[in-house]
């Protein structure tokens, strides 16, 4: 009955309710229990997907909205109740506008980075992107999560680079946020020059903060603007290796203070390992032989003199550096600096670049300060052994955001899923690790799975707040069930 109704608004050929299809979508490679859902639509207009909304106030049925491609990590795309319907956008794949004087595009949440990058490119401009994306992520679905991007002297705000969005609440209604709003349709802002920069509105609400972070539960997201860079027309990439990670924190510090550099970001030995090679052998060969930490930086060309602003940044950059006893190179014992920048415009080649080592992985992140992150090096090796997890396997990633006043710190535990021991004990620390992460002032902005309850706990006003927000936008409680505090 419910695939006849939904094959009406979206036709039939784009209900899908085959054995095969309804478990890859009912479970994905977290640790969240696998529930099955009644059927898959696609949609491929803001109009169709008001039409499932409103059929599924009507029946109350709940709906789980889908933008990435597989393979899913976090748990936030499976059903968390009996009965649910899936929501797959990836068929709405306009890239609606782009802007090359405002640097600006519009897109829909079924484009992917690949995708938005090629047609980015034809106008010089690059995307804001986080570090090697799989290939199926959604533009949208990343920003909407806040994935961190890779260039904090550009990050201004915690959403950025999102700027306005279509939104169809969970009542049904469709809304515009920020300029976006009007007066006037988005067709005639265009002709007024008006492109959808400032996400400010209506009058003083920021309403894009509503859906940014909330996995689903408040919105669906038809299509947003994002703010883009100039493709640059020189680079020069730099690795500063380190055998501990307190100076280069001291340096990223000073490289955001005066918002030097373009792309900027700390990784371990294995992770850049992961990012280079193709196969375990490699990785494990390339582990071998980096350095225990490496800072990698790039200088950005762009504009009336792309030379001088290049030379200018890197030979400070070079003085900050000596200033620390550090040593920026080009090429250091395992990778080159131009290698890894060449890695960060495309999304990761195939296999995925966290999926080579042992082909499971499992990534623990939180937002905290970059200076305290040496404490949360120096204490997860011994709660990984405490979990009976081989902290040999755990690859590090440090991404200083908002003009570096905070950092995203992520741990990736690497683990092979066909061999029990590995996988109970991977289990176990990401079940049971979220208490002493917060007790240590982790901050889990973005809370999956086993995090909800420990990011809640310590923050009853924000509970309470946004229960209530969902009892606004939401009231029949229809858009994923079972995620956050919901």
Known sequence: MAEKELAKIVGRGNVLDGPGVLEEYSKDSSFVPQIMPRCIVKPESVEEVQGIVKWANDTLTPLVPVSSGSPHSRGDTVPGVDGAVIVDLSKMKKIIRVDPRN???????????????????????????????????????????????????????????????????????????????????????????????????????????????????????????????????????????????????????????????????????????????????????????????????????????????????????????????????????????????????????EPYWKTRFKSGVQDIFFLTTLDKTPDFVAAMPDLARRHGYLSENMGIYIQPIVQGTSCHCEFNLYYDPARPAELEATTRFVGESSEEIAGMGGFFSRPYGAWKDTAYRRAEGTLIMQRKIKKIFDPNEILNPGKLCF
Request: charged share 20%.
């Open 103 to 349: 640097k600006v595009a519009m897109v829909e949440p079924g484009v992917t980075y690949g995708e938005l990058q090629s047609e980015l490119v034809k106008e010089g401009l690059c995307a804001y992107m986080p570090l090697a994306p799989r290939n199926s992520k959604s533009v949208i679905g990343s920003m909407l999560e806040r994935e961190p991007i890779t260039m904090p002297a550009h990050h201004w705000d915690s959403t950025d680079p999102l700027l306005c969005a279509e939104v169809v609440f969970g009542t049904g209604d469709k809304f515009r946020t920020g300029e976006a709003s009007g007066p006037d349709t988005v067709e005639e802002q265009w002709q007024m020059d008006r492109v959808q920069m400032n996400p400010f509105g209506h009058s003083h609400m920021d309403f894009q903060r509503l859906v940014a972070g909330a996995q689903g539960t408040i919105g669906i997201v038809t299509w947003a603007t994002l703010k883009c860079c100039y493709l640059s027309t020189l680079h020069r990439a730099l690795l500063v290796p380190s055998a501990t990670i307190e100076p280069l924190i001291d340096l990223s510090y000073q490289l955001v203070r005066f918002r030097l550099g373009g792309k900027l970001f700390l990784l371990n030995g294995l992770n850049l390992a992961c990012l280079l090679g193709c196969t375990p052998a490699e990785i494990q060969e390339l582990k071998n032989t980096l350095p225990p930490w490496i800072l990698f930086v790039s200088f950005e060309g762009y504009g009336i003199l792309p030379g001088g602003k290049m030379a200018y940044e890197e030979a400070d950059f070079r003085a900050m550096a000596q200033s620390f006893d550090l040593k920026p190179e080009t090429v250091i014992p395992g990778a080159g600096a131009e290698d890894v920048l060449r890695l960060l415009y495309p999304p990761s080649p």
